[in-house]
């Protein structure tokens, strides 16, 4: 398998989460891994057919009376030693980020100072709300009557998503601050 294909990594360890369908890594995806890490619904099933070609999942094909066949994947050991192998091997680095309202802030001296206050006020309020759908979401984990033994993992990748939508929120605040009191004193 590729070195640097993290989504082939991702999707493995998915398999080892209990999905075993396209649909179900989809699922998981948009309720967990959307959050910090995309996989479009497109990289899925091709990506499956590319671990069960190199061997690292296997497939069975599920047939119920009038309904396309599902095809149902598990990690297989060989899928097992690489996920293992990427999770033990160091980062490479940070990754870059791109991120909207940084790159409009970084050019605001060209428009109108309202605008840039705006722009930060729905950015705060965006970050309000996933901050409330990441505090749901714990509540999910929280509260299963058969907690994943991958919960307290889940718990702690969430946590992390949290504390940086709270300093986002807080960075939001003290940016408009800043702007608005600037603008106070060019009156």
């Given at each position: 398998?590729?070195?640097?294909?993290?989504?082939?990594?991702?999707?493995?360890?998915?398999?080892?989460?209990?999905?075993?369908?396209?649909?179900?890594?989809?699922?998981?995806?948009?309720?967990?891994?959307?959050?910090?890490?995309?996989?479009?619904?497109?990289?899925?099933?091709?990506?499956?057919?590319?671990?069960?070609?190199?061997?690292?999942?296997?497939?069975?094909?599920?047939?119920?009376?009038?309904?396309?066949?599902?095809?149902?994947?598990?990690?297989?050991?060989?899928?097992?030693?690489?996920?293992?192998?990427?999770?033990?091997?160091?980062?490479?680095?940070?990754?870059?980020?791109k991120n909207e309202v940084l790159l409009k802030l970084f050019f605001s001296r060209h428009q109108n100072r309202e605008t840039t206050i705006k722009l930060l006020h729905d950015y705060k309020d965006q970050l309000t709300a996933r901050h409330k759908t990441y505090e749901t979401i714990e509540a999910g984990i929280r509260n299963e009557a058969c907690p994943s033994p991958d919960a307290r993992y889940w718990l702690m990748t969430l946590d992390f998503g949290k504390r940086r939508t709270e300093a986002g929120i807080s960075w939001c605040t003290d940016t408009i601050e800043q702007l608005t009191r600037e603008e106070e004193a060019r009156s």
């Open positions: 398998m590729t070195r640097r294909n993290e989504t082939a990594y991702a999707i493995l360890g998915l398999l080892t989460a209990g999905c075993s369908s396209g649909y179900d890594i989809k699922r998981m995806i948009d309720t967990s891994l959307n959050h910090f890490w995309k996989i479009s619904y497109g990289q899925i099933y091709p990506m499956l057919t590319k671990l069960h070609e190199e061997g690292l999942a296997d497939v069975t094909e599920q047939h119920e009376p009038g309904k396309t066949a599902r095809k149902e994947y598990t990690i297989t050991e060989k899928g097992k030693a690489a996920l293992t192998e990427w999770l033990e091997s160091p980062l490479e680095g940070l990754s870059a980020e």
